[in-house]
């Protein structure tokens, strides 16, 4: 198979609805264009197409492209649940982020959890998700000196960013909870359960509901929840 590549790019700055524009055109090229398209990569102002070029030059390419019908404003997002514990077993850095904010626990729990996040793309690590949304009032540096390693399912703060870390790796951001649930999942089609343009909202859970949740994503009964 003979790779290349083709990059679309939107001008302006980081926004939501680019974030839609960028997610209905991958959906379509996608669904329309799959046979010769090998792997579509979003990012926050562009998308890299790579494609088969033994099927398709760069120019049929092109026309292709413009032949679909994009219509983003009618594209659907889906918006998902993620249940995230924010005891102090799992959460090695909350206490600190609460002192240096200013803030309670129970104040920033509720901050982390009110919005609906989006999902820009994938990156740094496979099924780390680049969300956009986090509370102002969250922003918090990152650590000066990165953890070695952090367990899977860590819930993260650093700069104006929240994230999950799906599987265990280094790591710089302020750990305040745990999910119990698989970002990352190679025996799945597809390996991450959500896709660029979707939103998700933390949903704070006790200790006994994260342990409930973790048993049932390990036999395999675990659902994804909408939010």
């Given at each position: 198979?003979?790779?290349?590549?083709?990059?679309?790019?939107?001008?302006?700055a980081?926004?939501?609805?680019i974030?839609?524009?960028?997610?209905?055109?991958?959906?379509?090229?996608?669904?329309?264009?799959?046979?010769?398209?090998?792997?579509?990569?979003?990012?926050?102002?562009?998308?890299?197409?790579?494609?088969?070029?033994?099927?398709?030059?760069?120019?049929?390419l092109e026309?292709?492209?413009?032949?679909?019908?994009?219509?983003?404003?009618?594209?659907?997002?889906?918006?998902?649940?993620?249940?995230?514990?924010?005891?102090?077993?799992?959460?090695?850095?909350?206490?600190?982020?609460?002192?240096?904010k200013?803030?309670?626990?129970?104040?920033?729990?509720k901050l982390?959890?009110?919005?609906?996040?989006?999902?820009?793309?994938?990156?740094?690590?496979?099924?780390?998700?680049?969300?956009?949304?986090?509370?102002?009032?969250?922003?918090?540096?990152?650590?000066?000196?990165?953890?070695?390693?952090?367990?899977?399912?860590?819930?993260?703060?650093?700069?104006?960013?929240?994230?999950?870390?799906?599987?265990?790796?280094?790591?710089?951001?302020?750990?305040?909870?745990?999910?119990?649930i698989?970002?990352?999942?190679?025996?799945?089609?597809?390996?991450?359960?959500?896709k660029?343009?979707?939103?998700?909202?933390?949903?704070?859970?006790?200790?006994k509901?994260?342990?409930?949740?973790?048993?049932?994503?390990?036999?395999?009964?675990?659902?994804?929840?909408?939010?």
């Amino acid at each position: 198979m003979d790779e290349s590549n083709l990059l679309m790019e939107w001008p302006g700055a980081i926004s939501k609805e680019i974030m839609v524009e960028i997610a209905a055109w991958q959906h379509a090229i996608e669904k329309d264009l799959g046979k010769i398209i090998i792997e579509c990569f979003a990012a926050y102002r562009s998308l890299l197409i790579t494609y088969d070029h033994q099927q398709i030059d760069e120019e049929n390419l092109e026309i292709e492209l413009l032949k679909l019908q994009i219509n983003h404003k009618k594209f659907r997002t889906r918006k998902w649940a993620v249940p995230v514990c924010y005891d102090e077993s799992l959460a090695p850095d909350l206490a600190k982020v609460c002192e240096e904010k200013k803030l309670s626990k129970r104040k920033v729990i509720k901050l982390h959890t009110s919005d609906l996040y989006d999902i820009h793309f994938y990156g740094f690590l496979p099924g780390f998700m680049y969300l956009g949304g986090l509370d102002e009032k969250l922003h918090h540096p990152r650590k000066t000196n990165p953890d070695s390693s952090l367990p899977a399912g860590s819930v993260a703060i650093g700069g104006s960013q929240t994230g999950i870390y799906p599987t265990s790796s280094p790591g710089g951001w302020h750990v305040v909870g745990n999910t119990p649930i698989k970002l990352f999942d190679i025996k799945i089609d597809p390996p991450c359960p959500f896709k660029p343009g979707d939103q998700i909202k933390f949903k704070s859970v006790s200790i006994k509901e994260y342990n409930k949740i973790k048993k049932e994503v390990e036999s395999g009964t675990y659902k994804f929840q909408k939010a």
